[in-house]
């Protein structure tokens, strides 16, 4: 019989979705158990040390997109690692699409206003024309680009070669970010976590952005030097950021976030995982696994996803 291990924060949910679904596997939430089991789902948090203490499954699937704390130097590689896909798109869709029309309303602007008693005219913009970059066109971009494309938004991507995609007007390779952050509205970073990828956005980036510009990270945290992007936000170079995810979390007291200017942090809850959705991703590449086949989101230890 099949043993999977499941280490979630939310297990006794996976447990009966999985229980219902697949009856003849054995589904184990106990982490003693991990040496007697050939998979494991969960985490990457609660995962990886288990693999620091020796052990290691024939296949893990985390239920996280981003699998950083299992690529650690001092881990192994010789086993099926796959990330989340295709669970995150929708939820990641409605964050970026929110700031978009709060950025574009003035929502805090307009709830400053009225603390202080002070009538607001300002005129809003739309979403209709703006320039909105997406750095980071890989399954998560593309899927925001088919969600935000209904509205009206010029779409630009970025990716590791320049290619066409749908609902995206251009997509260009990384040569091309600095001139495509000056030209958009709205940079939005949708980037992984690699070497190649780490303090993308600093002073110089910021400075070719434009002062009336957004900035959203959803991506990772090591992307921006912070200290570039709180000069920036307090220099006037740009209207604003919306920071989900940061170099450390929690964010520690006393960082400069905490106070920076026009700056808002949501503490890394753009697209938690949907059991269900996930179950299904399992479920879909338990199959794969036992046939063989590759896996959905199956992670290339060489490049980091």
């Not at 980071?136 to 088919?146: D, K, N």
Request: glycine share 8%; charged share 20%; proline share 6%.
């Amino acid at each position: 019989m099949t043993r999977v291990l499941i280490a979630e924060q939310e297990s006794s949910r996976y447990l009966h979705l999985l229980q219902a679904a697949a009856p003849q596997v054995q589904w184990l939430d106990d982490l003693q158990q991990a040496a007697t089991c050939d998979i494991w789902l969960g985490q990457p948090d609660v995962l990886a040390p288990l693999l620091r203490q020796g052990l290691k499954p024939d296949w893990l699937q985390s239920t996280w997109a981003g699998i950083t704390p299992l690529l650690a130097s001092d881990l192994p590689t010789d086993y099926r690692l796959s990330r989340a896909v295709g669970v995150f798109g929708q939820v990641m869709a409605e964050y970026v699409l929110t700031y978009l029309l709060a950025h574009q309303r003035q929502v805090l602007g307009r709830l400053a206003s009225q603390v202080a008693e002070n009538w607001d005219e300002r005129l809003p913009g739309t979403l209709r024309g703006l320039k909105v970059l997406l750095v980071g066109a890989g399954e998560i971009g593309r899927q925001i680009a088919a969600f935000l494309a209904p509205f009206g938004v010029v779409l630009h991507g970025i990716a590791r070669e320049p290619r066409a995609l749908e609902a995206f007007a251009d997509v260009h390779g990384m040569p091309a970010l600095a001139e495509q952050a000056a030209w958009a509205d709205v940079l939005v970073n949708l980037l992984p976590d690699t070497p190649a990828t780490q303090d993308v956005y600093d002073a110089a980036l910021f400075a070719r952005m434009k002062a009336d510009a957004l900035f959203i990270n959803v991506g990772r945290g090591v992307a921006v030097v912070d200290e570039a992007l709180v000069a920036a936000l307090r220099q006037g170079q740009l209207a604003g950021a919306v920071i989900d995810v940061c170099r450390q979390e929690p964010l520690p007291p006393g960082h400069p976030f905490w106070d920076a200017p026009r700056l808002l942090l949501t503490g890394h809850t753009s697209a938690p995982t949907d059991p269900t959705a996930m179950v299904a991703l399992f479920l879909d590449n338990l199959g794969r696994w036992q046939r063989g086949e590759d896996l959905r989101g199956q992670v290339d230890f060489s490049r980091g996803y």
